[in-house]
């Protein structure tokens, strides 16, 4: 597959990156290992995972994530991640990527259980995981991601069953299904702990 990112995509980006902070975060990997452990640089490790706290066009305050997040079709979100890595990354790091769907699903979070659900898509029928309706909204623990606005976040992952569909997360509802790449959706990055 080619990746074409245009001129003015690749500016608007350097723009977004210059308020990104660029602190390291220091961490114990067996604490990490049984919670999240946030920190004041604008990431949180979850498991064997650090995940920036901030959707991509949103800017980290110190204590919450402020602004719009910015929308992608699928192919420039996953170049996003080396254009951020290859200008000097984030939080000192310039190993990010775009999460595959087990861990972007990892973070969901369903406060009262969740169900399985069938829908059917143009490639055929898919069974997914859905928060339950009395669960909380967004599927999301808001104080290791806060201020996201419930909406859908690309996975690395493509539908292999269709050519035009890769998987996302719904934070709204949280439900793992897989979607159109053309559609533009939020991007939220993650590195795996050495």
């Known amino acids: 597959m080619h990746t074409r990112v245009t001129q003015a995509f690749k500016t ?3 723009l977004t990156l210059m308020v990104f902070s660029s602190q390291t975060i220091a961490f114990d990997p067996h604490e990490a290992l049984k919670q999240s452990k946030e920190s004041n640089d604008g990431t949180v490790v979850v498991g064997r995972t650090q995940w920036m706290r901030c959707s991509l066009g949103q800017q980290w305050d110190g204590n919450t994530c402020t602004g719009d997040a ?27 990527r775009l999460p595959t ?3 972007l699903a990892s973070i969901r979070q369903c406060s ?6 069938t829908v059917t898509l143009p490639s055929g029928q898919r069974t997914f995981r859905k928060c339950t309706e009395d669960s909380a909204r967004p599927a999301i623990d808001s104080r290791d991601f806060p201020n996201d606005d419930g909406s859908i976040v690309w996975s690395s992952t493509p539908d292999t069953s269709d050519s035009s569909l890769a998987w996302i997360v719904n934070i709204g509802v949280g439900y793992t299904d897989s979607f159109f790449r ?13």
């Open 70 to 96: 910015s929308r992608h079709n699928w192919e420039d979100a996953n170049a996003l991640p080396g254009l951020m890595n290859a200008q000097g990354g984030f939080a000192s790091y310039t190993d990010w």
């Open 12 to 14: 608007s980006f350097v």
């Open 112 to 117: 009262a259980g969740s169900t399985t659900e």
């Open 101 to 103: 769907i087990d861990e």
């Open 182 to 194: 053309s559609y533009e959706q939020r991007v939220r990055l993650v590195r795996t702990l050495q």
